[in-house]
């Protein structure tokens, strides 16, 4: 079944702010919430498609790429997941909340806890995105392309495997909070007891504290490092463009949630090719006498030579068109075309015996100009070339 508009699911016009898409999804959130609607399996997919909604609309990377792309930016992502929404499980949607709400599920006070995340309410962590830029020739952007790219980011520790710990026996359930990663405060109200959940202090949520630390990371989980990474580029991006790949980014502390990696597109010139859109330009000189006489020339193209006819009487400023020549639209199999534009080359110097033949050429009647009787302007040409 077809993805409904993300802006649909939440309510929220096109050009609505970063707050408006917050307040909209607390309010989803709220009334579809599992622990309000138990056992009610529309509420808790409506619920997860807010969550879906909310992760790629309250990201300005996703959101722009959403905007431009719609969903099917998914299917055109570096690795294959454009957005990184569309897999998401509760534990995911849940450590939304700490953002919407300032802290955990705002039904633990009314629904005794609410639901849990993970292990029992820890925090789990995030990495950080990377941002890299990755040039592309004309011919890598026709085609699609393959990039290995060595990135220097934080990677996870070899020697502690990712805990931050000496060995399993650095680890102590926290005092604190008992291993929940959360403390609960009862306070008594004229409405009766209210309860509030709040990180722990002690742990920061992991559940435990380490009394040993790794010598490498000392106790982080991670290190500096490189990876070597594989992105799949499709054909048609152009400069500017933001590719993702979900959990390429920096590792996170003690075994969380790998960030995301952020590819922006840059375009490499072309020597003599110009791209408009998904059209190519080339622009040809021939010399007066072959546009005269008429011939035939080979031109470049992104997928190599091509041969074109000059007809006789060609004018400087016309358009030729190489159908299909152009560039891909990303995720179609539209193709735009190749623009060829006449310019008429004339001699600076020229010898005697040349001289003395243009001479007499020059009283002859087919080399006076007649604008305006059999010729169009350059504006005409390119409205009849588009129309």
């Known amino acids: 079944m077809a993805k409904r508009d993300y802006y649909d699911v ?11 898409i917050k307040k909209a999804y607390r309010k989803m959130a709220i009334k579809y919430h599992p622990d309000k609607n138990q056992g009610d399996k529309e509420a808790e997919e409506k619920f997860k498609e807010a969550a879906e909604a909310y992760e790629v609309l309250s990201t300005p990377e996703k959101r722009q790429r959403y905007d431009q792309f719609g969903h099917a930016a998914n299917a055109s992502s570096a690795n294959g997941g454009g957005y990184g929404g569309g897999g998401m499980n509760m534990d995911d949607i849940f450590s939304q909340f700490g953002d919407i709400f300032g802290g955990g599920s705002p039904f633990e006070g009314f629904f005794g806890g609410g639901r849990q995340s993970g292990g029992g309410g820890r925090r789990v962590a995030r990495g950080s995105n990377l941002r890299i830029k990755v040039r592309l020739t004309l011919e890598e952007i026709a085609n699609g392309a393959e990039k290995k790219i060595k990135v220097n980011k934080q990677i996870i520790c070899k020697t502690c495997d990712g805990s931050g710990a000496k060995d399993k026996s650095s680890f102590q359930t926290c005092k604190t909070c008992g291993g929940s990663g959360a403390v609960r405060r009862v306070t008594n109200t004229i409405l009766g007891q209210m309860q509030t959940t709040s990180t722990c202090p002690t742990c920061n949520g992991e559940g435990s504290t380490i009394l040993s630390k790794c010598n490498v990371c000392h106790g982080d989980g991670v290190v500096r490092g490189e990876e070597l990474i594989t992105i799949q580029v499709p054909a048609g991006v152009s400069e500017g463009m933001q590719l993702s790949m979900s959990g390429k980014g920096n590792a996170a502390p003690r075994g969380g949630v790998p ?3 952020i590819i922006l597109i840059e375009e490499v010139p072309h020597e003599t090719l110009k791209r408009d859109g998904n059209n190519v330009i080339y622009d040809l000189h021939v010399n007066f006498v072959d546009a005269t006489l008429g011939t035939s020339v080979e031109v470049p193209t992104i997928d190599g030579k091509a041969k074109i006819k000059i007809d006789p009487g060609t004018q400087g400023g016309k358009i030729l068109r190489l159908k299909g020549k152009g560039l891909p639209e990303v995720n179609s199999y539209h193709r735009g075309d190749q623009l060829v ?5 004339t001699p600076k110097a020229l010898s005697r015996e040349e001289r ?3 001479e007499k050429l020059q009283s002859s009647p087919n080399f006076k100009p007649n604008p305006g009787k059999n010729e169009k302007s350059f504006f005409e040409r390119m409205k009849e070339y588009f129309e």
């Not at 534009?341 to 080359?345: L, S, T």
């Open 341 to 345: 534009h006449i310019n008429i080359w």
């Open 356 to 358: 003395e033949i243009l």
């Open 10 to 20: 939440l309510g929220v016009a096109k050009g609505a702010s970063a707050d408006d």
């Open 259 to 261: 960030g995301d990696l």
